[in-house]
T-cell receptor, first 114, second 113 residues
């Protein structure tokens, strides 16, 4: 139990649709990151939010966007879904400063695009 | 850039010891994490090494050699519940001070009777 909660846990969308995934960070954590994990692969960094601003982005197109709210919770939005977007989407929370600060992951949202 | 290599699969026997290796190449080193991930679940933190040497934590130990770009995770007295994917990851500090993790593909460990 990491204290990071995500919703929904599973969902199925059609190609071209849009999806919103939600995350509540661990209490006291001000930084939220999103990762995409395809089957058999390690998680890939999508982006990070700190103080409601995007604070770094991985190699993902602009149709992946996000928000962070004053209570540090966050949303990941994906527009114009493609079949390759099918993956486990992980939210992770941490404190902002320091490379050694442990990043705690939520249980993830399984997205299937058909 | 950052590049991480680890074996894809390993099999070991219950009660035995297994060593999972990880080699990395990174521009600027800020430590190395190990995570455990059971099928269908979130990765859970196991260890963080920033200095050379072995750090022991119960049945699990993690070793780091910065000069060799090498780490390993040692699991002793293997139990069936240790069957999982073990992910090696290095952090990269972002401009705003937070960090992002670059993961290897994970080593799928199967513990057999």
């Amino acid at each position: 139990e990491t204290g990071v909660t995500q919703s929904p846990t599973h969902l199925i969308k059609t190609r071209g649709q849009q999806v919103t995934l939600r995350c509540s960070s661990q209490s006291g954590h001000n930084t939220v990151s999103w990762y995409q994990q395809a089957l058999g692969q390690g998680p890939q960094f999508i982006f990070q939010y700190y103080r409601e601003e995007e604070n770094g982005r991985g190699n993902f197109p602009p149709r992946f966007s996000g928000l962070q709210f004053p209570n540090y919770s966050s949303e990941l939005n994906v527009n114009a879904l493609e079949l390759d977007d099918s993956a486990l989407y992980l939210c992770a929370s941490s404190l902002a400063a320091g490379a050694g600060n442990t990043i705690y992951f939520g249980e993830g949202s399984w997205l299937t695009v058909v | 850039g950052q590049n991480i290599d680890q074996p894809t699969e390993m099999t070991a026997t219950e009660g035995a010891i297994v060593q999972i290796n990880c080699t990395y190449q990174t521009s600027g080193f800020n430590g190395l994490f190990w995570y455990q991930q059971h099928a269908g679940e979130a990765p859970t933190f196991l260890s963080y090494n920033v200095l050379d040497g072995l750090e022991e934590k119960g049945r699990f130990s993690s070793f780091l050699s910065r000069s060799k770009g090498y780490s390993y995770l040692l699991l002793k007295e293997l139990q069936m519940k240790d069957s999982a994917s073990y992910l090696c990851a290095v952090p990269y500090i972002l401009t705003g001070g937070g960090n992002k993790l670059t993961f290897g593909t994970g080593t799928q460990l199967k513990v057999e009777l």
